[in-house]
């Protein structure tokens, strides 16, 4: 069928040896690709129970059957594993163009499992699939790694179109705040797959392609790609999300108390607003095949956060400035590092240095103070003994020292908002299969739902997004982008004649599975934990309500 | 005669220039390692380049090209159109693509007509011929 390639690789690297084996995506219509298909490959291969960093566990990437074919958004790839931070399955989305790359390699997805001796890397030119040795990486952050990666080919031009996702020195020390960075920019919701890669040895994928992409009828799809951009950019949300990346938000939310600072001691108040952080953007980027390009980059070309990490690595550690923030954030994508949980690792210990239960000796950081401040993110981004000896996670941080009721998340993540003042916010994160700060939730859910509305819209939320990310669709278009011209796309993709409902289905299905594997997984002690620290009046209500409308008990 | 016209400051590297021109020359496929038309990304910035018509002698201004800190010494940039070091190739028959420039008329070149952000324009420009 058209939109799947038909194959996917395994990769056993104990074996060292790289299978190709067929996909019938006739027998996975119920999940479709992507995120869908990479949980339901998990959940039927890895036992839930298994130790994340333990040869066991497997790495599925996954494309959707819209990913790479020139469908709006559709860069997805799909990153599935066992997290090694929240203990739970995970979903992480790598965008830009390496999803896209993989399926012009000739492959819907990839299944790695098994641990290689020694770092390896692996290396996909179409049929030719080796796993290289990367000793020569070790130790090397993740810009350098793409370079010396794409350094080793001799035509410019195919070196620059070799797409590389890897870790950082982090990620090969198994810290559980590792994430995956693919050409400078952070792989969304990839903190704790860093320490995955690291446990198999596997340095960095490199994949270039040059196969065809075909299509069941080439001529309504390129309609409906032109069709598709016009509605994007006449769409308010979309081009407001064009216009400001994440922060499109930001004015809302503080205005509604939701962004913390100081280690959730008080709302944040900014003495500038988002003017100020807009002046340090001076071009935009966008992944393959996407009009809104809504990543912001500033003078030097680097990027600059998105709206959590902005939250986590600026107020939360008491400061404003967008610059310092810009410049941290960049130092924990070179070391690989979720700068989410690195913010809010170095807020902790801050707060714990305030209430003076630190031991002597330990590095003693005070909130908005500069030194110390990168001191930490190199520190933590190096591994360091003197502070992964402390703590290897946030939770673990505050649990040593005796006050684990203080860390404020969900199973280990920490979720940077003020759950208190927005309950849509609050039930996705306790909800979703992984915990998740999306905040274009907030978006999605017109702003401010009627209390009693707001399991159905998180429940609507997380199936659209669950399905466009099976389809291979960035979850953003969920915000404004119709369904309808992503159906029509698909059937001249693939030939497939859906309806939003059997869309949306799939969404539900991938949701299911993911929820089994938890369940199955155990260790959801903190999810418990969590609701009780959320203020909110007639929160066990609205969980209970949105387990009712899942029909999960 | 008409040209393309690239502001490389409006690129954002999403690639529709690549997809638009693969997909209105194989109509059937995607490719954009087939299209005639490639974004380069160096010093963080991207450069549309368009495979364009080949020029008549070897290159006799061959001077280094500065762009931010960079010096270019690859011809990377006139390469595309270059006859002695061609470099957008078919990657299944070797042989080198060139832009035609997909008529002048709607539905026009494919990648001024797809590119969201403005960054391809058409302009016209005096003939000596």
Same mark, same amino acid.
């Given at each position: 069928m058209f939109g799947w390639t038909g194959k996917i690789l395994r990769v056993n690297l104990s074996e060292e040896k790289v299978f190709v084996e067929d996909l019938k995506p006739e027998e996975h219509l119920d999940v479709l690709g992507g995120r869908g298909l990479g949980a339901k490959i998990l959940a039927s291969e890895v036992d839930p129970g298994v130790e994340p960093l333990g040869r066991e566990n497997k790495i599925v990437l996954m494309t959707g059957p819209l990913t790479g074919t020139g469908a709006n958004s559709g860069s997805v790839c799909a990153v599935v594993t066992k997290s090694a931070l929240t203990k739970t399955i995970v979903s992480a989305s790598s965008k830009l163009y390496f999803g896209a790359e993989l399926k012009a390699a000739g492959y819907d997805g990839l299944v790695i499992e098994g641990k290689a001796k020694s770092p390896v890397y692996l290396d996909i030119r179409d049929d030719q699939v080796e796993i290289l040795p990367a000793d020569f990486l070790e130790g090397q952050d993740t810009e350098a790694t793409t370079f010396l990666i794409r350094s080793g080919f001799n035509d410019p031009w195919v070196a620059r179109?070799?797409?590389?996702?890897? +870790?950082?020195a982090a990620g090969e020390r198994r810290l559980p705040l590792a994430c995956l960075v693919t050409d400078g920019i952070l792989v969304a919701d990839s903190g704790g797959i860093g320490a995955v890669f690291g446990s198999k040895n596997l340095k960095a994928i490199a994949v270039r392609g040059t196969k065809d992409i075909l299509f069941n009828d080439g001529k309504s799809f390129i309609k409906s790609i032109a069709e598709g951009v016009k509605e994007i950019s006449t769409n308010q949300t979309l081009s407001s999300l064009s216009s400001f990346s994440s922060y499109f938000v930001y004015d809302n939310l503080i205005s509604k108390k939701v962004i913390p600072s100081l280690y959730f001691s008080k709302p944040y108040e900014p003495s500038n607003g988002l003017k100020d952080i807009s002046a340090h953007w001076a071009r935009e980027r966008g992944c393959f095949a996407c009009p809104i390009a809504c990543f912001k980059l500033d003078?030097?070309?680097?990027?600059?956060?998105?709206?959590?990490?902005?939250?986590?690595?600026?107020?939360?550690?008491?400061? !404003?400035?967008?610059?310092?923030?810009?410049k941290a954030y960049h130092r924990c994508l070179l070391h690989g590092i979720d700068p989410v949980e690195t913010g809010a690792f170095i807020a902790s210990l801050m707060r714990l240095n305030e209430m003076n239960v630190l031991e002597q000796g330990a590095f003693r950081p005070v909130f908005g103070e500069e030194s110390s401040y990168? !001191?930490?993110? &190199?520190?933590?981004?190096?591994?360091?003994? &003197? +502070?992964?000896?402390?703590a290897k996670d946030v939770i673990s941080l505050w649990e040593g020292v005796g006050y684990a009721?203080?860390? +404020?998340?969900?199973?280990?993540?920490?979720?940077?908002?003020?759950?208190? @003042?927005?309950?849509?916010?609050?039930?996705?994160?306790?909800?979703?299969s992984w915990p998740t700060s999306?905040?274009?939730?907030?978006? @999605?859910?017109?702003?401010?739902?009627?209390?009693?509305?707001?399991?159905?819209?998180?429940?609507? @939320?997380q199936d659209t997004k669950a399905a466009l &990310?099976?389809?291979?669709?960035?979850?953003?278009?969920?915000?404004?982008?119709?369904?309808?011209?992503?159906?029509?796309?698909?059937?001249?993709?693939?030939?497939? &004649?859906?309806?939003?409902e059997r869309l949306l289905g799939v969404g539900e299905t991938t949701l299911k599975i993911e929820h089994e594997f938890n369940q199955k997984a155990g260790g959801e002690g903190d999810a418990d934990n969590l609701s009780s620290k959320v203020a909110i009046s007639g929160f066990e209500g609205l969980l209970s309500a949105y387990y009712q409308l899942r029909g999960w008990s | 005669m008409y040209k393309i016209k690239v502001d490389h400051t409006k690129c954002v590297g999403c690639r529709y220039c690549e997809l638009a021109c693969s997909l209105n020359h194989l109509t059937t496929?995607?490719?954009?390692?087939?299209?005639?038309?490639?974004?380069?990304?160096?010093?963080?910035?991207?450069?549309?380049?368009?495979?364009?018509?080949?020029?008549?002698?070897?290159?006799?201004?061959?001077? =280094?090209?500065? #762009?931010?800190e960079k010096v270019y010494d690859f011809c990377d940039i006139c390469r595309a159109a270059c006859?002695?070091?061609?470099?957008?190739? =078919?990657?299944?028959?070797?042989?080198?693509?060139?832009?035609?420039?997909?008529? #002048?008329?709607a539905p026009g070149p494919a990648c001024v007509k797809w590119c969201p952000t403005g960054a391809l324009s058409i302009e016209e420009v005096p003939s000596y011929i």
């Amino acid at each position: 069928m058209f939109g799947w390639t038909g194959k996917i690789l395994r990769v056993n690297l104990s074996e060292e040896k790289v299978f190709v084996e067929d996909l019938k995506p006739e027998e996975h219509l119920d999940v479709l690709g992507g995120r869908g298909l990479g949980a339901k490959i998990l959940a039927s291969e890895v036992d839930p129970g298994v130790e994340p960093l333990g040869r066991e566990n497997k790495i599925v990437l996954m494309t959707g059957p819209l990913t790479g074919t020139g469908a709006n958004s559709g860069s997805v790839c799909a990153v599935v594993t066992k997290s090694a931070l929240t203990k739970t399955i995970v979903s992480a989305s790598s965008k830009l163009y390496f999803g896209a790359e993989l399926k012009a390699a000739g492959y819907d997805g990839l299944v790695i499992e098994g641990k290689a001796k020694s770092p390896v890397y692996l290396d996909i030119r179409d049929d030719q699939v080796e796993i290289l040795p990367a000793d020569f990486l070790e130790g090397q952050d993740t810009e350098a790694t793409t370079f010396l990666i794409r350094s080793g080919f001799n035509d410019p031009w195919v070196a620059r179109e070799v797409r590389v996702l890897c +870790i950082g020195a982090a990620g090969e020390r198994r810290l559980p705040l590792a994430c995956l960075v693919t050409d400078g920019i952070l792989v969304a919701d990839s903190g704790g797959i860093g320490a995955v890669f690291g446990s198999k040895n596997l340095k960095a994928i490199a994949v270039r392609g040059t196969k065809d992409i075909l299509f069941n009828d080439g001529k309504s799809f390129i309609k409906s790609i032109a069709e598709g951009v016009k509605e994007i950019s006449t769409n308010q949300t979309l081009s407001s999300l064009s216009s400001f990346s994440s922060y499109f938000v930001y004015d809302n939310l503080i205005s509604k108390k939701v962004i913390p600072s100081l280690y959730f001691s008080k709302p944040y108040e900014p003495s500038n607003g988002l003017k100020d952080i807009s002046a340090h953007w001076a071009r935009e980027r966008g992944c393959f095949a996407c009009p809104i390009a809504c990543f912001k980059l500033d003078n030097e070309g680097e990027s600059f956060p998105e709206l959590d990490a902005f939250i986590a690595l600026g107020p939360l550690c008491g400061f !404003e400035d967008p610059a310092l923030i810009k410049k941290a954030y960049h130092r924990c994508l070179l070391h690989g590092i979720d700068p989410v949980e690195t913010g809010a690792f170095i807020a902790s210990l801050m707060r714990l240095n305030e209430m003076n239960v630190l031991e002597q000796g330990a590095f003693r950081p005070v909130f908005g103070e500069e030194s110390s401040y990168f !001191e930490l993110i &190199e520190a933590l981004g190096q591994g360091k003994k &003197e +502070i992964v000896g402390l703590a290897k996670d946030v939770i673990s941080l505050w649990e040593g020292v005796g006050y684990a009721q203080n860390f +404020i998340g969900v199973r280990g993540k920490t979720i940077p908002f003020n759950l208190n @003042y927005c309950p849509v916010l609050a039930l996705n994160a306790i909800t979703h299969s992984w915990p998740t700060s999306s905040f274009d939730i907030f978006a @999605y859910s017109k702003k401010d739902p009627k209390v009693k509305d707001v399991p159905a819209v998180v429940k609507g @939320y997380q199936d659209t997004k669950a399905a466009l &990310e099976s389809l291979g669709v960035c979850a953003f278009l969920s915000l404004g982008g119709n369904l309808s011209t992503l159906l029509f796309m698909l059937k001249a993709v693939t030939g497939l &004649e859906w309806d939003e409902e059997r869309l949306l289905g799939v969404g539900e299905t991938t949701l299911k599975i993911e929820h089994e594997f938890n369940q199955k997984a155990g260790g959801e002690g903190d999810a418990d934990n969590l609701s009780s620290k959320v203020a909110i009046s007639g929160f066990e209500g609205l969980l209970s309500a949105y387990y009712q409308l899942r029909g999960w008990s | 005669m008409y040209k393309i016209k690239v502001d490389h400051t409006k690129c954002v590297g999403c690639r529709y220039c690549e997809l638009a021109c693969s997909l209105n020359h194989l109509t059937t496929a995607l490719n954009p390692k087939k299209a005639r038309i490639r974004v380069l990304k160096e010093n963080n910035r991207f450069f549309p380049v368009i495979s364009g018509p080949s020029t008549q002698a070897a290159c006799n201004i061959k001077i =280094d090209l500065v #762009i931010g800190e960079k010096v270019y010494d690859f011809c990377d940039i006139c390469r595309a159109a270059c006859p002695f070091k061609d470099i957008f190739k =078919d990657p299944n028959t070797g042989s080198a693509v060139q832009c035609d420039f997909c008529g #002048i008329d709607a539905p026009g070149p494919a990648c001024v007509k797809w590119c969201p952000t403005g960054a391809l324009s058409i302009e016209e420009v005096p003939s000596y011929i």
